[in-house]
């Protein structure tokens, strides 16, 4: 059983950063691309970033490239989201997600398969 846990979440004015780390449990967490996602109130979930398994490739969403950094410790079984320059449309609850093996493309939410139970990410401006 994979369980994704996701933390760092918090309160921070404009401008500022901060640091999501998704924990992994479960063997092969290396064998996964490892995706984030966020939602807002009254919003649909959108897709943040994703680092693939192999060549740690990767993909951000237009909304936060040049802002937002995604990496990986696979010796640690941990990923992580360095945010920064937040703005206030950042606000929402981020979800850390593994993605099983598909030539989708990473964007598509429907192509992950373990879920976090979220962390709150506040901005305030």
């Known amino acids: 059983q994979v369980q994704l846990v996701e933390s760092g979440g918090g309160l921070v004015q404009a401008g500022g950063s901060l640091r999501l780390s998704c924990a992994a449990s479960?063997?092969?967490?290396?064998?996964?691309?490892m995706g984030w996602f966020r939602q807002a109130p009254g919003k649909e979930r959108e897709f943040v970033a994703a680092?693939?398994?192999?060549?740690?490739?990767?993909y951000y969403a237009d909304s936060v490239k040049g802002r937002f950094t995604i990496s990986r410790d696979n010796a640690k079984n941990t990923m992580y989201l360095q945010m920064n320059n937040l703005k206030s449309d950042d606000t929402a609850v981020y979800y850390c997600?593994?993605?099983?093996?598909?030539?989708?493309?990473?964007?598509?939410?429907?192509?992950?398969?373990?879920w976090g139970q979220g962390t709150q990410v506040t901005v305030s401006s």
């Open positions: 997600a593994r993605r099983f093996p598909t030539t989708v493309a990473v964007t598509e939410g429907e192509t992950y398969d373990y």
């Open positions: 479960g063997r092969a967490f290396s064998a996964y691309t």
């Open positions: 680092i693939s398994k192999n060549d740690g490739r990767s």
